[in-house]
């Protein structure tokens, strides 16, 4: 079996401690959401294994043994809430074999520092939830997290969350996600950032054209806008968000972070509100 290659980035899974995929780009078809704990190496090559009948009852054996295991843990990979262990002791009495327990680890949870100063936010500043997105207009995952998720996540922890927009525009299979994210950083100079991305993610279409009627849609003085286009006045911030975004390991838009922990993808409402009220909670290591 030829050796499996290493990639720069994908989490791992909080339960199993197995690497999770996630795609180069942004997937056709997402995995049901989770919190990752961490960006690291992981394979990527399925192998196919021919089993032999006995080899594949003692396969079934081990699943069943392992999904045993799993159905004793709730989704952060702890022990069930009331739930009290069988010991040893009672085991034997019940006329049941004595088996030891097996050692499970406490799950391992990484925080990234994001820097949130000098870029777009939305929300107040001392927010005790940060959530830094890093993005592209163009993206078709982005453009549905936006218009499924974006409002009613705000609404649900109003005064509580400071929202970061960074670019991450993926230029090799969007050709207009660059100059949309140019036109936006213009049109915040003016004061209408969040209006101006609000109209890019809700269009059919990106193109010069599009830039320069929403900013004359939302009164914008022309002259200053499209020189600042022309100019590419924010071209090289955006590369270095970008720079910062794939040196750090992301590789697929959206991606997440809250607090410092990673979500990829666009993820339901629900996932992120499981994340968030167990970190207002302290559920999570600081």
């Known amino acids: 079996m030829p050796p499996r290659k290493k990639k720069n980035i994908e989490p791992t899974d909080e ?3 197995e690497p999770v995929i996630a795609p180069v780009i942004e997937p056709e078809e997402l995995p049901e ?5 961490n960006l690291g190496p992981s394979a990527t090559q399925e192998d196919t294994v021919t089993f032999k009948r006995s080899h594949f009852y003692a396969v079934l054996t081990v699943l069943a043994f392992a999904a045993g295991i799993l159905l004793g843990y ?12 069988l010991s040893a002791q ?3 009495q019940a006329g049941g074999p004595v088996v030891e327990a ?10 990234y520092d994001i820097p949130t100063e ?14 830094v997105e890093f993005s592209d207009f ?6 549905r997290w936006h218009a499924e998720v974006y409002k009613p996540l705000l609404a649900a922890y109003p005064g509580k969350i400071k929202l970061v927009y960074r670019n991450l525009p993926l230029t090799s299979i969007h050709p207009d996600a660059l100059a949309a994210a140019e036109a936006a950083m213009c049109a915040g100079e003016q004061d209408v950032y969040w209006k101006y991305t609000d109209n890019l993610f809700s269009s059919e279409s990106l193109g010069n054209s599009v830039y320069l009627q929403y900013a004359q849609d939302l009164g914008l003085n022309m002259t200053t806008f499209q020189a600042c286009l022309s100019d590419h006045k924010y071209q ?15 590789r697929s838009t959206p991606t997440f972070f809250i607090n410092g922990l990673a979500v990829v993808g666009a993820q339901p409402l629900d996932v992120f509100k499981q994340v968030i009220d167990k970190e207002l909670a302290g559920e999570i290591p600081k």
Request: some cysteine.
């Open 236 to 250: 090289k911030t955006i590369q270095a968000d970008s720079d910062f975004a794939i040196n750090l390991g992301i």
């Open 90 to 92: 009672t085991a034997s």
């Open 138 to 143: 163009e993206c078709p995952f982005c453009r």
């Open 15 to 17: 339960l199993t401690g």
């Open 102 to 111: 097996p050692v499970t680890q406490q799950p391992q949870y990484t925080r």
């Open 118 to 131: 000098n870029f777009y936010a939305l929300g107040p500043a001392d927010a005790p939830i940060t959530i």
């Open 33 to 37: 959401g989770q919190l990752l704990e």
């Open 74 to 85: 709730v989704v952060w990979g702890m022990d069930s809430p009331g739930a009290t262990p």
